[in-house]
Structures are given as C-alpha cells and as structure tokens.
C-alpha cells in the first residue's frame, strides 16, 4: 500500500482503525475568558486615557478576541487512518470527513484478506495538511510534517 511517498506492504499492516481528533471546546473558552478578563483590565485603563481613541482600539481587540474563539470552535473534526505496522503505530492520512476514512479502512482490510486483488487508486479529497507533533511527558519527541496528500494504493 503506498501514501504519497510512503510504502506499507500489507502483510506488515496488523492493525487498521481510525482516530478522531476535536477541538476542545472547554479550553477555547477558557483561554477567551482568561484573555478577555485580562484585556478588559489594561483596555479600561487605555480607554480611560486615551478616551475616544483609547475606547476604539479597546473594542478592536475585543472584537479580535471573539473571532478568534468563533474560529476555534468552527474547526472541524478530524479523522485519521491509524496503522499499526510491526508494532509500531502510525497515523498515515487526515481527513475532515470521516466517510473516507472509513473506506480506506474498508479497502485496507479487504486487501489485506485477498492481496491478489487489482490494484485500486482512491484519492482523498479531503486530506488535511501540516505538521504532526508528539509530546510525550515535559519533553518534546519530535516533529513531523505530512503533507497528508497523494494516491492510496491497496
């Protein structure tokens, strides 16, 4: 099975599943609260030294503030085909939609089953791209980017 540039021979693949990864909602509110308790205590100091100019720039930043928690509870969910291959367990493609995960873990299994099978290409349309970031305990393991995008063979 090949993602992007990435081989997986199905006789290594032991273990297919998916993972779901949310915004948490509880800490975007939290963080909004904490800033907004803060901002509202150096804006009202601002406001009420620069007065007209001082109460712009306090509404501006507040109206930032609120976007910027609108955009982080909007994010999607995002699902992940998860493999384990030789004991080790990897998240190969992100997706928004959880319907082509699903397939993928459909095809990977069937494939598995049955390796005789035709080559099929099934192309993600909703991959996500970026950097992945495992922290484990206080210190940082690493970093690592998957582009999440390319062809999926099985």
Excluded: C
């Excluded at 791209?129 to 206080?138: S, T, V």
């Amino acid at each position: 099975m090949w993602v992007g540039g990435e081989a997986y021979p199905l006789r290594n693949i032991s273990h297919v599943g998916q993972r779901r990864l949310a915004v948490d909602q509880g800490a975007a509110w939290k963080t909004f609260i904490l800033r907004t308790i803060g901002w509202l205590i150096v804006g009202g100091i601002i406001a009420a030294v620069g007065d007209t100019v001082g109460t712009l720039v306090l509404l501006a930043v507040e109206g930032l503030l609120i976007w910027r928690l609108v955009a982080a509870l909007q994010k999607p969910p995002l699902y992940g085909l998860v493999l384990n291959t030789s004991g080790t367990q990897r998240e190969a493609i992100w997706s928004t939609r959880q319907e082509e995960i699903q397939q993928l873990i459909y095809e990977i299994t069937k494939a598995i089953g049955n390796p005789e099978v035709a080559q099929i290409v099934i192309n993600v349309e909703h991959a996500v791209h970026g950097d992945l970031i495992k922290q484990y305990g206080p210190g940082s393991i690493g970093k690592a980017h998957h582009s999440g995008s390319g062809d999926i063979r099985t």
